[in-house]
């Protein structure tokens, strides 16, 4: 009797301890599930704060991207335009003259024509009269390095005013010439010789058809 009373406590005993111990482990499962799930939210959280960044950076670059194109299509346009003033002012090349110091005797700091260059340029309207086209002169005046570089601009302009003033004196339309000094800035020859800074100091006539 007292054996069979001894069996019945240990398996209650048994029991409750069974009872207890899922409980334990079933709060210990889902307290684990809690953390796991809180760990997955902090996760998805962080994966969904990447995304926005990502997504704005991306509309950062597309938007930079846009005016990197847009400014490459101004700046295209803008140098045909270029072009196409270049073109329309410079026109097709027919042949030039160049009154350089053999011809024109240009002294320095002088700008006056000589009587040779006189008739070099009338030898010039001639030609033009004789092949009656539609033409266009430039008139580009070049100096030597003597001297300060804003006065041989100046300089150049006059040696080239010189040519123009005679040209529209043997009835050529000033309308149809053009000036431009390039002063010092284009030698052709060695500036530190005499000879040099001679051929240097010249005026050289563009005609263009």
Do not use: W
């Not at 029991?15 to 684990?32: E, I």
């Not at 010039?124 to 092949?131: A, G, N, S, T």
């Not at 040519?163 to 339309?173: F, H, K, N, Q, W």
């Amino acid at each position: 009797m007292l054996l069979k009373h001894g069996v019945g406590l240990l398996v209650g005993c048994l029991c409750l301890m069974l009872v207890f111990s899922g409980c334990a482990s079933k709060k210990y499962v889902n307290k684990g599930f809690e953390n796991t799930d809180t760990r997955i939210d902090s996760i998805e959280g962080s994966v969904e704060a990447n995304q926005t960044r990502i997504g704005e950076n991306e509309r950062v670059i597309k938007d930079h991207e846009g005016r990197i194109v847009v400014l490459s299509k101004e700046t295209k346009d803008a140098l045909d335009r270029i072009d196409q003033v270049q073109q329309m002012a410079l026109g097709k090349l027919l042949y030039q003259v160049t009154l350089d110091d053999d011809s024109v005797k240009f002294m320095t700091d002088q700008y006056e024509l000589s009587e040779k260059a006189h008739l070099i340029l009338d030898e010039l309207v001639d030609k033009l009269i004789r092949d009656n086209k539609n033409i266009f002169i430039e008139i580009h005046g070049h100096t030597d390095s003597t001297g300060e570089e804003s006065y041989n601009n100046e300089l150049g302009l006059k040696r080239a005013e010189s040519v123009r003033a005679y040209l529209s004196d043997r009835g050529i339309p000033l309308h149809r010439m053009s000036l431009i000094s390039h002063g010092e800035a284009k030698p052709i020859a060695d500036n530190s010789t005499a000879e040099g800074r001679s051929l240097n100091r010249r005026v050289v006539i563009l005609i263009l058809e």
